[in-house]
């Protein structure tokens, strides 16, 4: 059975970073692709972020040149680094998994909450 399990939300002010964790078991990081998603209530889920076992990444565009994914083999996890934060980027953040021959991400961790205030 696949688990996710986020870590390193938290509270910080604009232009402060947080490193998001996400620790994987039942599947490997580097045979699988992998996304950081987030939500605010009354919005849907947006994609931030997503690699893909060969190491290619994309990012939306309100993130580019601030968030980076990226992923440790060795400790079979997935991190998000996020810089230069601004309030906008307020959510809760999930990662997710699938097989890259899948379009859905089939799972996903529960979640971990950050805040950005100004």
């Known amino acids: 059975q696949v688990q996710l399990v986020e870590s390193g939300g938290g509270s910080v002010q604009a232009g402060g970073s947080l490193r998001l964790s996400c620790a994987a078991s039942?599947?490997?990081?580097?045979?699988?692709?992998m996304g950081w998603f987030r939500q605010v209530p009354g919005k849907e889920r947006e994609g931030v972020a997503r690699?893909?076992?060969?190491?290619?990444?994309a990012y939306v565009d309100s993130v580019k040149g601030r968030f980076t994914i990226s992923k440790a083999s060795a400790r079979n996890t997935l991190y998000l680094q996020m810089n230069s934060l601004k309030p906008e980027d307020t959510g809760m953040y999930f990662c997710?998994?699938?097989?890259?021959?899948?379009?859905?991400?089939?799972?996903w961790g529960q979640g971990t909450q950050v805040t950005v205030s100004s």
């Open positions: 997710a998994a699938r097989l890259c021959s899948r379009t859905d991400y089939t799972y």
């Open positions: 039942g599947a490997t990081v580097s045979r699988v692709c």
């Open positions: 690699i893909t076992p060969g190491g290619a990444t």
